[in-house]
């Protein structure tokens, strides 16, 4: 019996073993995969070549602008009117006059002047100040839109302004995710992303403050929705943070952030889970384990403290939850690399050094300073000689470098 019990012991042992590398194999075949199907369906989305023209189509309720393929398989709506003013409720239709509906959202190519960025689809103007939503008002009713699963790709500003919108379920061929496309969107609380979305640009979600569950697809090979953050399967990239997710966890299958990752974020907290052996976090900071440069830091009430654990900041730290407008640098800071300003993204912050020695400079940029310029620098006092000229040896100007108080 006692023979008996052990074999069964190691066929149980040889099957857990061999599960366990088929679902590796499955795993690396699946990344392949992956990268072959995209390369496919973007290859034929962009060989498609469209008509200039634009005519018009029109149902009970609405006017659409469209273009169409050269071979007229396809559609491009690229403005929807509202014809009696009422309608709350926008359903797109799959075909128009015998063509499949592929693209929704204004055609930027046609933007002669710069004064401003383009249209949302309804015919409000962007510009880098917001949305004209005054004129068309259409943008201001529709809180509800559906769209047909054959669309795959909605185009930059697609949605924007749409501020009763709630929630909305993305095609299920939608491939990309344009620049904007649900900006300003302030009630969309729930989105849901199909299985084949790939392209996700930056801002798409921008002033979505309420936006708090982004559910993607458990069959698409591209992205994940895990601990808060968007992630690319390929490299397990954090690509977005969900806007209102005030708290998030950098699961152990993330390796690195976005540039643009937290652009929209207004996470108060970040955990780091015990499996992630890249990173780690102290107070309101993440750095990395191997060099111990910043991450991300947290800001709070506009000031980002960065914690003492940090010895470098260089291009790919991020700052997130807000606007900084005081930036408290780590007293044990030795490294400033390459574009590291790009971080405060603020012309107005206050940058105080807390350290006894004035970091060093490494890798400069060629695109922007690696010192303050105009802003205002507070330093320990018996160290204010030393950073003043620190500050004018590398470009600044020592007159706005203070003794802090």
């Known amino acids: 019996?006692?023979?008996?019990?052990?074999?069964?012991?190691?066929?149980?042992?040889?099957?857990?073993?061999?599960?366990?590398?088929?679902?590796?194999?499955?795993?690396?075949?699946?990344?392949?995969?992956?990268?072959?199907?995209k390369k496919a369906e973007n290859d034929a989305f962009d060989r498609l070549n469209w008509d200039s023209r634009i005519t018009k189509w029109e149902d009970d309720s609405f006017v659409y602008h469209i273009k169409k393929s050269s071979d007229e398989k396809y559609s491009w709506i690229t403005k929807i009117e509202l014809k009696d003013g009422q309608t709350d409720s926008l359903s797109i239709p799959d075909k128009i006059e015998g063509s499949t509906v592929l693209r929704i959202g204004f055609d930027d190519s046609e933007i002669q002047q710069e004064e401003f960025l383009g249209y949302n689809i309804f015919g409000n103007r962007i510009t880098d100040t917001g949305i004209d939503n005054t004129d068309p008002d259409c943008v201001k009713k529709i809180a509800q839109i559906n769209m047909p699963d054959s669309i795959q790709?909605?185009?930059?500003?697609?949605?924007?302004?749409?501020?009763?919108?709630?929630?909305?379920?993305?095609?299920?061929?939608?491939?990309?995710?344009?620049t904007d496309s649900f900006m300003e969107c302030a009630s969309l609380e729930q989105i849901e992303m199909g299985e084949k979305v790939s392209e996700v640009q930056p801002h798409i979600f921008r002033g979505c403050e309420r936006l708090e569950d982004i559910q993607v697809s458990s069959n698409n090979k591209n992205l994940m929705?895990?601990?808060?953050?968007?992630?690319?399967?390929k490299d397990y990239r954090a690509v977005m943070a969900v806007p209102a997710a005030k708290r998030l966890h950098i699961s152990e299958y993330i390796q690195s952030f976005d540039k643009e990752c937290f652009s929209d974020s207004g996470v108060r907290q970040i955990e780091v889970e015990k499996g992630n052996s890249l990173f780690e976090i102290d107070g309101d900071c993440v750095y990395r384990s191997d060099n111990r440069a910043l991450v991300v830091g947290i800001v709070k009430d506009g000031t980002a403290t960065i914690s003492k654990e940090v010895t470098e900041i260089n291009q790919d730290s991020l700052l997130a939850g807000g606007k900084v407008s005081r930036l408290v640098l780590s007293p044990n800071l030795k490294y400033l690399r390459n574009s590291w300003l790009d971080a405060t993204d603020s012309p107005e912050c206050t940058f105080v050094f807390t350290g006894n020695t004035p970091p060093q400079i490494v890798d400069p940029s060629d695109d922007t300073s690696m010192v303050p310029v105009d802003e205002k620098v507070l330093v320990p006092q018996a160290q204010l000689k030393q950073y003043k000229a620190w500050i004018r040896d590398n470009g600044g100007n020592e007159k706005y470098v203070f003794a802090m108080k």
């Open 1 to 37: 019996m006692r023979f008996l019990k052990g074999c069964f012991m190691l066929i149980a042992v040889m099957v857990s073993l061999c599960a366990c590398s088929q679902k590796t194999d499955l795993s690396e075949n699946r990344t392949t995969e992956t990268a072959e199907e």
């Open 153 to 178: 790709s909605i185009e930059p500003n697609c949605f924007a302004g749409a501020y009763l919108l709630k929630s909305i379920r993305l095609p299920r061929d939608l491939i990309r995710l344009g």
């Open 225 to 233: 929705q895990q601990g808060g953050f968007l992630i690319d399967r």
